[in-house]
């Protein structure tokens, strides 16, 4: 048995202009939420709509319409979120707390050839996990030589490595280079280094 939803008639012309004025604020207020400027959709006494039943029958078709609309505009954010929230952990529990190091000869910023397969692997990881995953370069330096000279070394080293990152494909927009001078508490063979760290976004 298919039951008909009748629209409820409308008793005096008080009650019509009241209830439609209800109505459209209604409208407005959606329209608002929905990011359009509109005021009143259909203003009251249009020659659009030839009688109240009428209006009153387009106005609760558009109120539908736009709680539908808003409806589907809210549950998308909460979508994204958890997506996001999913990939952030699962990147987390892979590559929080990553560390890769490269040694340098004395006053050198060359790469030595046999650190490029790991400077690849890396590169790899990065590029498949766009825009997730972003690169940090410490350069280090010894003791050797001034203090201007060391942190300009160091900063040379961790460029170094950043060409190498973006030869192998990666965006320079997702490496950050921190030149850190002279380290002190290390020998000078370990000092001569630039550190490499994974961060998550």
């Not at 300009?152 to 927009?173: D, H, Y």
Request: overall charge positive.
């Amino acid at each position: 048995m298919v039951t008909e939803t009748k629209t409820p008639k409308i008793s005096n012309s008080d009650d019509s202009y009241r209830l439609l004025q209800d109505l459209n604020s209604k409208v407005n207020h959606l329209l608002y939420r929905n990011n359009n400027n509109s005021t009143t959709y259909i203003p009251l006494g249009s020659s659009e709509v030839r009688n109240n039943d009428e209006y009153l029958i387009f106005l609760q078709k558009k109120i539908e319409e736009l709680e539908a609309k808003l409806s589907h505009k809210t549950e998308k954010p909460a979508i994204v979120e958890v997506n996001k929230s999913s990939k952030y952990d699962e990147l987390m529990k892979k590559y929080n707390g990553y560390k890769a190091e490269y040694f340098f000869q004395n006053n050198s910023s060359n790469v030595s050839i046999t650190d490029y397969s790991s400077i690849k692997k890396i590169a790899d990881i990065v590029m498949s996990e766009t825009p997730h995953i972003k690169i940090q370069l410490k350069g280090f330096a010894s003791k050797k030589g001034s203090l201007a000279y060391n942190v300009e070394l160091s900063k040379r080293r961790a460029e170094a490595v950043s060409n190498a990152f973006v030869k192998e494909g990666v965006n320079p927009s997702f490496i950050e280079i921190l030149p850190l001078g002279e380290d002190t508490m290390s020998s000078d063979s370990k000092a001569r280094r630039v550190e490499v760290y994974l961060f998550i976004n």
